[in-house]
Structure formats: structure tokens, C-alpha cells
């Protein structure tokens, strides 16, 4: 029950900052893992949470298989069509590259043999985009770099299983290691995309009978109740939930935009609770013992994972496209290690592997720097698009305004009118209002 008052402590002051943080560095998200790093035994002790602990495991894959469902319904398949070829150059190039880099630095900077250091690049390639929310989420900043970070971060998760799990059998003796087989791994990443595409489709036809229509104030509760099915159906199976949730929200709102309208607050809501959550038991993880068991090359590691490997790995695999170079720095830059890498890390360390606790350390010490630097920087950058300049781009046309500053967003139309009337416009509109005078006088003689 501490556990819980903490966690409403928590979110009744991230609420009440919010307001500031939409606008500045304050990170809500930050807030939740300082404040389980405080109540951890390393500071004040109120809670007793360690890495093998269950609450960590679950809260973080319930966090991400959240995070992914909802961030899949904001896929616009016309538009993946069109724009495929940029995550395909993220995914194919970008995070492998990403991978080698980690795995050679964990390598010769902190001594991890080459199995267990390419299991910590393979970890640490995911991204998340819920450390980054101001830039996926903000229609002033390119609707094609906030589709490239999103499908990006939706896929990377469920590709990177694979390779944590073959890894970790290579690693050593453990428990699991039938799990890691080629034919194994395929299944479940098989039955994880056909749950994720056959569910959604075969519910959005049954509530198109009559009989089985949904009341308008339940209709919210019709995506959760897949969601929930399908974590459940998952997890019975062993298929990979990670790409099952990001397929199923994105088939949902394809086949289904009144169900993802109707849905759309509550999954974000619902999300965000599953994400502080995740946080406040992953910061309870941050002790100063953990911090003082990583060597210096293991920081030095942490950060170039953040400030180089992935902006680099990144910057080449967007070599040749549209992106002008604003854009190419911002995708490069928010690559934030989230939800996925704490998973896998916690496989990682429950394996039994001979240099599991090391890499689980240089594993976490990662991610927490990753989640500072990012939460903390999303805003400023964001607000570094001004919509002037955004006149030629592709958006998502129009929509609701949203507010940048104090200045209010206009649509790329009403920029491009602003900026370049028509020629002869006002010429029109004055005889208008004259003749609009003349009528009224007329009507005061009569």
C-alpha cells in the first residue's frame, strides 16, 4: 500500500505540473523515476523492490505493450505507403548499426566477453517514443519525421526480441535456452503479427451486426477490451505482444476510425498511468549501490550510446533523403531507450548468464540516462519548428491547433494565404462591402 500512496503522491504533482512541462525541460517522466529512486531502500526505504522481482517484469511489459497499442493507432497506412522507405532505412540500417557500436563499445571499454556485449547492443537498439512525446505528438514539428519515429520505435521493439533471446542462450547455460531456437523465435514474432492483424478484424465485423452493437458510452471501451484480450492471448501463447500490440491498434484505426476516436483519450490516459507506473518502479531500482557497480568505461559506454552511437548509426541511414538537415538531427537524436530495453534487461538478468548482473547494470544505468536526456530536451527542440518554415512540407492537413508557446498553430494553408495573398483579393473585397452599404441604405429609405 506505500507503494501506491507513493505512486498517487507522484501523479497528483505530475499533474499539477504538467502545465509547465508542456512548455520547459520539467519531465514528467523524470519526476516519476526521481521519485522512485527517493523511496527506494538506496534513500529513504519506503518501498522494497529489487530487479528480480515480478512488479518490475509486468509493470514495465504492461507499459510498453500500452505504449505500442496506442501508438499504433496513429499510424496512417496512405501515408506508410508513401513514406515506407525511411523507417525501412532506420530499421535496416540504423538499428544494426546502432547494435555493432553498443556491442564494441561494451566490449573494449568494459570488458563484457563478445556474446554478452552483443547482448547489450541488442538491448539497448530499441527506441521508445514515449520519451519523446512533445516530437511524435506535435503537429507542428513534419508529419514525416513524426511518422519515421513512430514506426521506427512500434517495430524495433519486436525485432530485437529475437536476437536478445539467441543471444542470451549463446551467453551461457540457462533455463530457457529451447526458447531461442530459429523456429521458435519465428513463431512467436508469426503469431504475434496475425493476433495483432486477425483479432481487430474480426471484432470490427462482429459489432457491425445489430445485434451486437455497442452503446455510445461504452464504445471507448471496445479497443481496451481488445488490447486486454490480446496481451492475455499473447502471453497464454508465447507470441510477441510487442508487435502484436502496435499491429493491432494500427489495423484498428484503419478499419475502425470511429473506434479509435471514440478511444483515443482513454488509451492515452491509460498509457501515461502504465508509463509513470513503469517508472516509479524502475527508478525504486536506481540505488547508489547499483550506480557505484559500474565502472568508468561502463559511463563512458552509457553516454556514447546516447550522444554518438545512435545519432551516427542514425545520420548515415538517412543519408540521400528528403530530410533537410533540422530534421535529420532531430530523428537522430531521439532514439530513447525505454520500456523494451528494461524487459530485455531483466531477461538478461534472470538468465543466470556468467556477466549477467554487469551487463543488467550497464543495461539500467543506460536507460536512466537515456530517460533524462530525452523527456528533458523533447519540448525545447519541438518548439525549435517554427511553423513558418514548415510552408511546403507534408502535414496532416488540417486539424486541431496546437499551441506552441503562446503562439497559436496555424495550418500550412492558412500560412501559404497569410504569406502570399491572391493577387487582387482586397480589390474584391472592398466593392463587396460597399455594395453591402449601398443595399443597407437602400433598405433604410424603403
Known sequence: MVLVMVFGAALLVAVLLSGLAARSVLSTSLLFLVGGALVSDGFLGLIHITPESDLVRVTADLALFAVLFTDGMHVSFPELRSRWKNPARA?????????????????????????????????????????????????????????????????????????????????????????????TIATELALGLVFGIVLPLVISWLVRFRLLGAEPKLQPLLPLAIGVSLYALCHLTHANPYLAAFSAGAVLAAVSPKAKTAFEPLGDSLAELAKFA????????????????????????????????????????????????????????????GFASVVYGLLVLQAGIPQGEEAFTLIAVTIAFSIIAHSSTDVPIARLFDVEELVGIPDDGAGPRWPLGSKQIKSRAEVIAEADPEPGAQARTEPKSQAGKTDAEAADRD
Do not use: C
Open 91 to 183: 530499421l535496416g540500417l540504423g538499428m544494426p548499426l546502432a547494435f555493432l557500436g553498443i556491442a564494441l563499445l561494451a566490449h573494449f571499454l568494459v570488458g563484457l566477453d563478445w556474446t554478452t556485449s552483443f547482448l547489450v547492443g541488442a538491448v539497448l537498439s530499441p527506441t521508445d517514443p514515449v520519451f519523446a512525446s512533445a516530437i511524435v505528438g506535435r503537429k507542428e514539428v513534419p508529419a514525416r519525421l513524426r511518422q519515421l519515429l513512430n514506426i521506427e520505435s512500434g517495430i524495433n521493439d519486436g525485432l530485437a526480441l529475437p536476437f536478445v533471446l539467441i543471444l542470451i542462450a549463446a551467453a551461457g547455460p540457462t533455463a530457457h535456452a529451447e526458447d531461442a531456437s530459429f523456429g
Open 278 to 337: 513503469a517508472l516509479l518502479v524502475f527508478g525504486a531500482l536506481l540505488t547508489p549501490d547499483l550506480f557505484g557497480e559500474l565502472s568508468f568505461g561502463g559511463y563512458v559506454v552509457a553516454v556514447l550510446a546516447i550522444v554518438l552511437i545512435r545519432p551516427a548509426s542514425l545520420m548515415l541511414s538517412l543519408v540521400g533523403t528528403e530530410f533537410d538537415r533540422r530534421e535529420k538531427l532531430t530523428a537522430a537524436w531521439f532514439g530513447p531507450k
